[in-house]
């Protein structure tokens, strides 16, 4: 049965509706910049992962900001794959930063992938499910830049103290937003969308040579250097 939109599960009025579109829908475009850098350093699988993301999360606020399913899929279907997607991205994210060499960084990203859905199909509202791939993913992070960094690796400073300063946000708005009945418009969780591209946008060019900013990768005329 197709919902009629006049209201969604929080009872809101048409005004809040339309405000919880931009603050968790609408929100996702600032992935946009990450999605062209991704493409245009031919980063194919942060690429896929970026763009899975974007549209599922967006497709999933949507849904539940007006009331509405399905909009192709129903927005559960949307929530599990925007679950899958941001999972996959931070770990994704941890084994970028572990400088493996292409092939293990390859291999770590498929056994990830495949890990996660299956867990996900599994247990797809446990949360244990989402903290135990993403915590084995930062212990592997941590075990490798301590005992064998990479060689000659330079860390861009400044884009390390911003990532980690939108990672903390990220975090914390996570953690506030985890109720979503008490999230008034899920303001929080519009937050954990903006911090957390944030911060992925920084630290995936913690090693580069030559740093882009966010207005700068808005450009599609932008040359950037291969990873």
């Known amino acids: 049965m197709i919902d009629t939109g006049k209201t969604n599960k929080y009872l809101h009025s048409p005004g809040e509706m339309f405000l919880m579109v ?3 829908a609408v929100s996702n ?3 946009i910049p990450q999605i062209i850098y991704t493409y245009k350093i031919s980063n194919a699988h942060t690429l896929f992962l970026s763009v899975l993301l974007f549209v599922s999360s967006f497709m999933y ?3 539940e900001s007006i009331g509405v399913e399905p909009i192709i899929l129903k927005e559960v279907d949307w929530h599990q794959l925007d679950n899958i997607a941001s999972i996959c991205g931070l770990m994704e994210l941890f084994n970028y930063l572990m400088q493996n060499d292409r092939r293990t960084r390859k291999s770590i990203q498929w056994i990830n992938f ?4 299956i867990v996900q199909e599994s247990h797809a509202w446990n949360v244990w499910a989402t903290v135990i791939p993403i915590l084995i993913s930062l212990i592997m992070f941590i075990i490798k830049q301590t005992f064998y960094p990479k060689k000659g690796q330079i860390v861009n400073k400044d884009y390390l103290q911003k990532g980690l300063f939108y990672l903390l946000i990220g975090f914390v708005a996570f953690y506030f937003g985890l ?3 008490k999230d008034y418009l899920r303001l ?3 937050l954990w969308h903006l911090a957390m591209n944030q911060a992925y946008f920084h630290l995936y060019q913690l090693f580069n040579p030559k740093v882009y900013t966010f207005l700068e990768c808005w450009d599609l005329k932008q040359v950037y250097a291969k990873e």
């Not at 495949?114 to 859905?117: C, N, P, R």
């Open 179 to 181: 109720d979503e009945y």
């Open 188 to 190: 929080w969780h519009g």
């Open 29 to 31: 475009g600032v992935m």
């Open 114 to 117: 495949i890990a996660v859905v």
């Open 22 to 24: 931009i603050i968790t």
């Open 61 to 63: 606020h949507l849904s």
